[in-house]
């Protein structure tokens, strides 16, 4: 079950609007799949090691060796509008 | 050669290297085919204009490949499905295509997908759904559809596709081919937009196990680009195996009837049959935790996704709406128009299963499970060489008919998430045709067959032997066969 | 009231001087073009994985080994979800839980950890900048994006703001001896947060906090942590409460200022990343990190003054390892005399020589040889040359080289052994100024100077002048 409250504070956090209507579909939707998923919650795994990987690597790292980096055009190329050589966003200032 | 469409992508193969087929003649013949997409399956097809310079290859040898839109290929329109990148043509290009290119295979095209592979059905794509091959009123599975479609509806000999949480097997099973998802790690994941990092895995969609092994052959290596690739030790060789003596394969015995349709348990019993005629022995193996993959699936998946598509912001590349406001007004115009609504839901779903006070009861829960179903495989597989499902718990449904409800839609996972969740090998081959519940013409049905990590050769000569056994040669209307 | 009484800890974030980025092969550089050194890594574009710097590793292990840390034998990478346009992933990768370098220390402050991340890009607000619309804007320069960064954390182990500059100065001092930082400050290759809260003195539990950015000089971060004590105090004083909060440090006014920050911004939702496997270092990696260590600047200090230096001439040999080497050498060379004294020549009359002759470099690089200054101090501490010579000698020293020996016959500065030609001078001096001479009878000791004075001048400071108040003490 999740609260309206919640889903517009997680909307917030993802930084996605939602339309009135949204919101409501969202509720109903994210409600019947957590009431589904919340099966989980009740389970004793008490000293299960969590598992956040599949593959049994370590360090695997890189040689501090600099690799060519793209030419300024093509990295400013799919820019929605570059300025000045840099990538362009409006002002967090004007919050 | 009478018809160049109807070899297996290994009889081309072997046809160019002996010198008997024109590599030039036979991929200009599939370019014309793939041309001929009805099903709305290619979202870009290399006619040879000026993108194609972008991904020319050294020599052709390979059969020509369809290429799932979730593959960066560089200077070429890469949309993963979303209306977010519509337009974006990425500077690089990503490992699994390169190796292609560098075996010398051309690619034919993008094929049109789920929005960042999430989905069953690919009525999920911002560019609309593929038809399935078969029966145009339904789906062709998701979210590697139209890569499935491609190779069912004759318009690509082979393609590639990703499986997340059996996007390659699904797709496979609804369109009557073969369908490879290899161990997590056996393939480099450098360049395939992500959906969930820790799941997602590059795999093959072929008409035979042995164009799969040939494709799986190419495909697989340890990347120096992805820290979490490993590869096949000893590479990939064609299946030769005849029967299955000695072989044993295990049911869950947690397999309840009520997961699914009759039409499909007919054809999992007639194959089971089949695998004892050829030699083969069923055990019953118990995967206590498996019941719970899909709400651990569901947890993990969205909650690495919501974090993937934060790059998603409107700033560096693709779409930006909403630009003349302040950042965070410009931030949530651009994802909420740029998204749509699964995608959305996945990120909301995953965004509240990572934020504070929820993340170990969803998160770190759902990670313990998974760790669960690993040791539930290990145990199994003590026992027996394989584990055997259905792949999918029905045939393929109805364009729309799961559309509006999410959870049912998910739940067409049940089989091959478990997989998924512990990183091991499946492949999902056509088994026979079934009626769908409610009646209409006989659909394709999958079964899967499920190794230890990095078992992939065992996985493939058995595959092949069954295959062989069965014998599956009916193909979609308007196809022969 | 019981007198409050300051709690600080610091955050410190330092850049690594490796060739490349933390987990792409994009160089690293400083103050070039805007968006050179990008590549589709460290612009996160779709579908690309990152591989961390062996190097970066390297580095972290030898600061963790500097600080005394505990090393973890296995750590790993977590994601810090937050959107910001010099974020492209919209998440860094940090540490989380598990940081590559635990519990150390450094002086008399403890180290709460040290761990390994990727720094953000820059960005720089611009206003309409010829547009029509909009409310300014930024353009953001990922050149820095991404720069191998190692997060310093503090136990809240300092008491003041002075005592936490100057412990800053030592971390700084002692990552630039690593060689693994530029450390500078200006260019933010060491950047510096101060946590900072008061209690009553004597109290165990701790005040809430408020943390200070942007003090991009060690002076500007005394200033800081003194203004933000000063408005806690009052406002405790006064009954108030401090609120949590991050304020911004105005080097102008020298004013702090506070960052609202949108109250989900803080739910950074962490989650081990997937895209990396841990890191284990190698007993290889681990003792080389050991052995890379140079003498340290704690150590340094710590060996100076059982040698008998004073703690502030210890301190400026340690924070100048060139220079201590140097007086390490002259030490040796100058047997006979004490260290104590030498330390004194180097930081004393060798650097104020080498200041007045505006010299580059320091007395390494000078033209005064260890043996020959030490051949110097000799003689002056074997009174065969007066003070005020020895620093003459060492004048000419600095300027042209040599050895002092030979400068001192040259120079005729040898101190006069011959007490009957001084004695001549001293009879003179006294004759040519009476009215001292009267003043000393009748018991002004000052008035000494004046004749001591005018002997020195005729003798071009040659004199001793224990000798020459001997001779004046003997005449009256
Ligand atoms: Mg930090
Ligand atoms: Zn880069």
Redesign the interface.
């Known amino acids: 079950m999740i609260e309206r409250e919640q889903v517009l ?1 997680v909307a ?2 993802a ?1 996605l609007r939602l339309s009135e209507q949204e919101v409501e579909t969202m509720v109903g939707e994210l409600s019947g799949i957590l009431d589904h998923v919340d099966r989980i919650g009740n389970l004793d795994l008490e000293g299960v090691e969590p598992t ?2 599949v ?1 049994a ?14 030419p ?1 055009d093509v ?2 190329a799919p820019a929605p509008e570059p ?13 | 050669m009478t018809d160049l469409l109807a070899l297996t992508a290994l009889e081309a193969h072997e046809a160019m290297v002996a010198g008997d087929l024109d590599a030039g003649e036979y991929t200009a013949a599939w370019r014309e085919a793939a041309a001929g997409d009805e099903l709305n399956a290619y979202l870009w097809r290399d006619e040879g204009g000026e993108e194609a310079g972008a991904i020319a290859v050294e020599r052709d040898c390979i059969a020509p490949i369809a290429v799932k839109d ?3 290929t560089e200077g070429v329109p ?1 949309t ?1 499905g979303s209306r977010i ?1 519509e337009g ?1 043509r ?3 290009t ?1 490992t699994a295509v390169r190796k292609l290119l560098e075996a010398g295979a051309p690619v034919l095209g993008k094929t049109n997908m789920d929005e960042f592979a999430m989905g069953s059905s690919n009525e999920n794509s911002a560019y609309g759904p593929v038809l399935n091959p078969w029966d145009r009123g339904r789906v062709p599975g998701g979210s590697s559809g139209g890569s499935a479609a491609v190779v069912a509806g004759g318009l690509a000999p082979w393609a590639i596709g990703t499986d997340t949480g059996g996007s390659i097997r699904q797709p496979a099973a609804f369109c009557g081919i073969v369908g490879l998802k290899p161990t997590y790690g056996a393939i480099s ?6 959906f ?3 799941l997602d895995q590059c795999g093959p969609l072929t008409r035979t196990v042995s164009d799969a092994a040939l494709l799986l052959g190419i495909l697989q290596g340890k990347d ?5 690739s490993v590869g096949l030790e000893g590479g990939v060789a064609l299946p030769g195996r005849e029967d299955l003596s000695g072989l044993r394969f295990g049911v869950p015995a947690e397999l309840g009837h009520d997961e699914y349709d009759s039409g499909v348990r007919a054809v999992f019993e007639a194959t089971l049959e089949k695998i004892e005629e050829l030699g083969g022995e069923i055990a019953e193996v118990s995967l206590p935790s498996s019941e719970h993959g899909i709400s651990a699936y569901y947890v993990i998946a969205p ?2 996704a ?2 993937n598509l ?2 998603y ?1 409107g ?3 693709g779409m930006r709406a909403g ?5 965070i007004e410009m ?1 949530e115009t651009t994802r909420s128009e740029g998204f749509g609504a699964e995608v959305k839901r996945r990120i909301m779903l995953g ?1 509240y299963a ?3 006070g929820y ?1 170990e009861a969803y ?1 770190g829960q759902a990670q313990k499970v998974r760790t669960r179903i690993a040791e539930d495989f290990e145990g199994a597989f003590s026992g027996v060489d394989f584990v055997v499902t259905p792949t999918a718990p029905s045939v393929a449904f109805g364009l729309g008919e799961k559309t509006d409800d999410p959870l049912a839609m998910y739940l067409n996972d049940f089989f091959t998430v478990p997989m998924s969740l512990a990183g091991i090998p499946a492949i999902s081959i056509p088994a026979g045709l079934a009626e769908p519940e409610g009646g209409g013409p006989q659909l394709p049905v999958g079964f899967q067959i499920a190794a230890p990590a990095f078992a992939e050769q065992r996985l493939l000569d058995a595959a092949h032997a069954l295959e062989q056994g069965i014998g599956f040669d009916a193909r979609p209307e308007g196809l022969g066969g | 009231m019981a007198e409050l009484e300051a709690v600080i800890g610091l955050e410190i974030h330092v850049q690594l001087a ?3 980025k933390m987990f ?4 690293l550089s400083f103050g070039d ?8 890594i460290c ?15 390297r580095y972290a292990l030898q600061i963790g080994a500097a600080l005394n840390c505990e090393i973890a034998p ?1 750590s ?1 990478f977590h ?1 810090k ?1 937050y ?3 010099d974020s ?4 860094q990768i940090s540490q989380y839980d598990i940081p590559i370098c635990g519990a150390g220390r450094l002086g008399d402050v403890r180290i709460h950890r040290a761990h390994l991340e990727e720094d953000a890009a820059k960005m ?3 206003g309409e ?1 010829g547009r029509i ?10 050149n820095r994006g991404g720069t191998p960064l190692v997060e310093i954390v503090t136990e809240p182990d300092l008491r003041g703001a002075a005592e936490a500059a100057n412990w800053a100065r030592l971390l700084r001092e002692t990552v630039r001896q690593l060689g693994v930082s530029d450390v500078n400050m200006e260019e933010g290759s060491l950047r510096v947060d101060a946590n900072v809260s008061v209690r009553p003195a004597g109290s165990e539990e701790l005040g809430t906090k408020t943390e200070l950015k942007n003090m991009n000089s060690f002076r500007f971060l005394q200033r800081g942590v003194e203004a933000e004590l000063a408005r806690q105090r009052e406002l405790v004083e006064a009954g108030g409460t401090v609120e949590q909060e991050t304020l911004h440090f105005d080097p102008a006014s020298g004013s702090l200022t506070s960052l609202r920050l ?1 109250e ?1 911004a803080h ?1 950074y ?4 990343e ?9 007993a290889e990696m681990l003792r080389e990190a050991c052995e890379s260590l140079p003498e340290l600047p704690v150590a340094r200090i710590a060996r100076y003054e059982e040698m008998g230096l004073a703690h502030d001439v210890a301190l400026t040999l340690a924070t100048g390892p060139e220079t201590a080497d140097y007086f390490e050498r002259t030490a040796a060379a100058a047997d006979g005399v004490e260290a104590k004294v030498v330390g004194n020549w180097v930081t004393g009359e060798l650097a104020a020589a080498l200041r007045q002759a505006n010299a580059e470099g320091g007395a390494a690089s000078s033209k005064v040889s260890p043996e020959s200054l030490a051949a110097l101090v000799a003689l002056v501490q074997a009174k065969k040359i007066s003070h005020g010579s020895g620093k003459t000698v060492l004048g000419i020293m600095v300027a042209e080289g040599g050895d002092p020996a030979a400068i001192v016959e040259r120079e005729g500065l040898a101190q006069m052994s011959d007490s009957g030609e001084l004695e001549a001078i001293v009879e003179k001096a006294m004759a040519d100024n009476p009215d001292a001479v009267e003043k000393i009878r009748e018991g002004n000791g000052k008035a000494i100077g004046a004749i001591v004075g005018a002997v020195m001048r005729e003798t071009k400071g040659r004199a001793d002048g224990g000798e020459v108040n001997r001779l004046i003490q003997e005449k009256l």
């Open positions: 504070h917030r956090l930084r956040s990987h593959v690597l370590e360090n695997v790292l890189r040689a501090d060796e600099p690799r060519p980096s793209l300024r990295a400013l300025q000045d050589g840099a990538f362009r966003a409006p002002s967090p200032q004007a919050e | 979730i593959f960066c890469t993963a990148l974006y990425p500077p690089y990503s994941r450098y360049g395939m937009i992500a969930a990092s820790s120096p680009c992805d820290s979490t909650a690495e919501s974090s934060a790059r912001d700033v560096r590349y630009g003349d406001g302040d950042l931030y965004t990572l934020s504070s993340y998160y | 490796t060739k490349t792409c092969g994009c160089e073009e805007p968006n050179v050194h990008t590549c589709p612009l996160a574009h779709p579908g690309v994985l990152p591989v961390p710097n062996e190097q970066a590793i296995r790993i994601r979800n959107f910001y346009p492209p992933k919209a998440y720089i607000h611009v900048s619309h909009g409310s300014g804007a930024s353009l953001v320069d990922f949108k989900e739910d939702r962490y989650f081990p997937p895209d990396l496997v841990p890191l284990a270092p190698t």
